[in-house]
């Protein structure tokens, strides 16, 4: 069963009000501070909460997985949405795993997995996520007025 739905049109105090230009300003504001990250943090580090750290990362995984699953057997189109999340979260995974691995049998078993599980189903999540956006035939989608 398939599920037909329009977005409403985002109003036009959103694109031009403040909200457009604080979302703009954090992302700019954050290249310049990770910069200064990348010249400034150690090579290394200790973490305190380590594995609290990564049992909770996996868990929001299989969070956004359970998720997604049950909003697709319902054929509910917000499923795109979690799986979106899903990717974002499946990709911050494979990155944190493969860069903190350490040298050697670790870091192969981390770029394997990145390479055979991770990545492939980001790419799965993603593709549910452009499934589930609305055909841009609606007139509510339509290409921006400039109003």
Avoid: K
């Amino acid at each position: 069963m398939t599920m037909t739905t329009s977005l409403p049109r985002v109003r036009a105090g959103h694109r031009t009000g403040h909200l457009p230009r604080l979302l703009l300003a954090a992302g700019a504001a954050l290249v310049p501070w990770a910069c200064a990250l990348a010249a400034r943090l150690p090579a290394t580090g200790e973490a305190a909460h380590w594995a609290t750290a990564w049992t909770g990362l996996d868990l929001m995984i299989a969070a956004g997985f359970v998720a997604t699953g049950a909003l697709l057997r319902r054929g509910d189109p917000r499923h795109g949405l979690t799986a979106a999340g899903t990717a974002a979260l499946l990709v911050a995974d494979a990155w944190f795993d493969v860069l903190t691995a350490a040298p050697g049998a670790d870091r192969t078993v981390a770029i394997t997995l990145a390479a055979v599980a991770e990545i492939p189903l980001s790419a799965l999540c993603c593709a549910l996520a452009v499934q589930a956006l609305p055909t841009a035939t609606s007139p509510n989608l339509s290409a921006p007025t400039g109003d």
